[in-house]
């Protein structure tokens, strides 16, 4: 008898973008100490870096063609501090945008 797996997959995201939308995981921000005293979360500036956890559909154009994404999962890419839409799922934090937002990939 075979032993089931547990329904909660740490590794992949219940959530899938539509149409040009991307859903990127911001950085890991090291936690600063200046001088002794400890800036609060809500005080720190959001980091621009960001990974790629999935695409959407993608853009449909004038003639009815899908369009390819220029990103792809796993892509490190740049946005602007204030881009998107922050999406909460099973306590991980994400940024849900359109694929133009994005700034710039990290090589």
Not at 19 to 46: F, M, T, W, Y
Not at 81 to 102: P, Q, S
Request: hydrophobic share 40%; no cysteine; net charge negative.
């Amino acid at each position: 008898m075979a032993k089931e797996k547990s329904s909660s997959k740490s590794s992949t995201v219940r959530v899938q973008p539509l149409g040009d939308r991307v859903l990127l995981q911001r950085a890991e921000v090291a936690e600063e100490i200046k001088g002794g005293i400890i800036i609060p979360d809500s005080a720190k500036e959001k980091p621009q870096e960001a990974t790629v956890v999935a695409l959407g559909t993608g853009k449909t154009d004038k003639d009815g063609k899908t369009a390819a994404f220029d990103v792809k999962v796993g892509d490190r890419v740049l946005i602007g501090k204030y881009a998107g839409t922050e999406v909460k799922v099973d306590d991980a934090e994400y940024i849900l945008l359109r694929e133009d937002e994005i700034l710039a990939v990290i090589g």
